[in-house]
């Protein structure tokens, strides 16, 4: 196994109410599988070797995270449709104050929606410009 020479993002934790249904969640709006439990984690496998490895945490209140996808502008609307079809409504906007709409930031297409668990998912078809 080759191992890269440069830092990458492996996995992350994120914390859930339900581990399963948040997984779960995620995976059919991205088009994705859910991976088997490992230990406390059920895994999300991104495609890019990175996986989200969500984890419940049932002693204290989950403080909400962003998560960012980028994803081909070709499935898109698809994972819009997704949305749609079990009644999550996703917004233009990080805040939440555009509904039903969608961005068009840096020449692609984006939209923010909520996870079951409260967090700030993203999807997006072309990746921020940074100066």
Do not use: C, W
């Not at 997984?23 to 599988?33: Q, T, Y």
């Not at 495609?47 to 081909?72: C, M, S, W």
Request: glycine fraction near 10%; aromatic fraction near 12%; hydrophobic fraction near 35%.
């Amino acid at each position: 196994m080759s191992l890269p020479n440069t830092v990458q993002l492996n996995h992350t934790a994120v914390y859930a109410v339900d581990r399963q249904l948040s997984a779960e969640f995620l995976a059919a709006i991205l088009g994705l599988e859910v991976g088997a439990p490992f230990g406390p984690f059920v895994p999300v496998d991104l495609g890019n070797g990175v996986t989200l490895d969500f984890y419940e945490k049932r002693d204290e209140p989950i403080q909400p995270q962003h998560y960012a996808f980028l994803v081909p502008e070709e499935r898109f609307d698809t994972m819009i449709g997704r949305l749609e079809a079990v009644g999550v409504t996703y917004y233009a906007d990080p805040y939440h104050k555009d509904p039903g709409r969608t961005n068009q930031l840096f020449g692609g297409r984006g939209a923010y929606f909520e996870d079951p668990s409260g967090h700030n998912m993203e999807i997006m078809t072309t990746p921020y410009v940074r100066p």
